[in-house]
Antibody, heavy 120, light 110 residues
């Protein structure tokens, strides 16, 4: 069974940093592209970033480009999101998602999310 | 990248069919056959219902079907059931190699 478990969320002050992790089990992690998606409470989905199977293609939403960095370690079956210069509007549930294939286009499997709250 | 346009809400009675539209541009929905649809129940993670416009993942009911014409994609749910009541989001691959979602549609089963 595919499982994605996010961790690293919490309360952080504006301007500080946070690193999210996503542990993947139940599939060959290196065979799939991965994504981070966020959802503010009561709001819609916002795609944050995607990374293809071998980290050769990485993309970001305009709202986080230059502040967030996605990475993966296929040997550790793990996906990461380094979030710097955090703003109040970054507060949301952050979901890790596995793609259907090797290129980041469709989000097939989802974790349960980790909550990030940016507040002083 | 602007969000795709979806109706805020749709409703239907059990057994009926409903269609949710998703309108984009030639840079996303109209330019690629990489449109997906997601179902989200309150407090739960989204679930992929359709990808690549019309392909259903294993385990998804055949009551759910997707299509596309130009820059507008559609999700049709036939034989509406109470359990279908949820929020639905469309998503599309874009010319910038990103993904963009719609604003979401709340489906109410009357």
């Amino acid at each position: 069974e595919v499982q994605l478990v996010e961790s690293g969320g919490g309360l952080v002050q504006p301007g500080r940093s946070l690193r999210l992790s996503c542990a993947a089990t139940g599939f060959t992690f290196g065979d799939y592209a991965m994504h981070w998606v966020r959802q503010a409470p009561g709001k819609g989905l916002e795609w944050v970033s995607g990374i293809n199977w071998n980290s050769g293609n990485i993309n970001y939403a305009d709202s986080v480009r230059g502040r967030f960095t996605i990475s993966r370690d296929n040997a550790k079956n793990s996906l990461y999101l380094q979030m710097n210069s955090l703003k109040a509007e970054d507060s949301a549930f952050y979901y890790c998602s596995r793609d259907v294939g090797t290129i980041a286009r469709n989000l097939e499997k989802w974790g349960q999310g980790t909550l990030v709250t940016v507040s002083s | 990248q602007s969000a795709l346009t979806q109706p805020a809400s749709v409703s239907g009675s059990p057994g009926q069919s409903i269609t949710i539209s998703c309108t984009g541009t030639s840079s996303d929905v109209g330019g690629y056959d990489y449109v997906s649809w997601y179902q989200q129940h309150p407090g739960k993670a989204p679930k992929l219902m359709v990808y690549d416009v019309s392909i259903r993942p294993s385990g998804v009911s055949n009551r759910f079907s997707g299509s596309k014409s130009g820059a507008t994609a559609s999700l049709t749910i036939s034989g509406l059931q109470a359990e279908d009541e949820a929020d639905y989001y469309c998503g599309s691959y874009t010319s910038r190699s990103t993904v963009v979602f719609g604003g979401g549609t709340k489906l109410t089963v009357l």
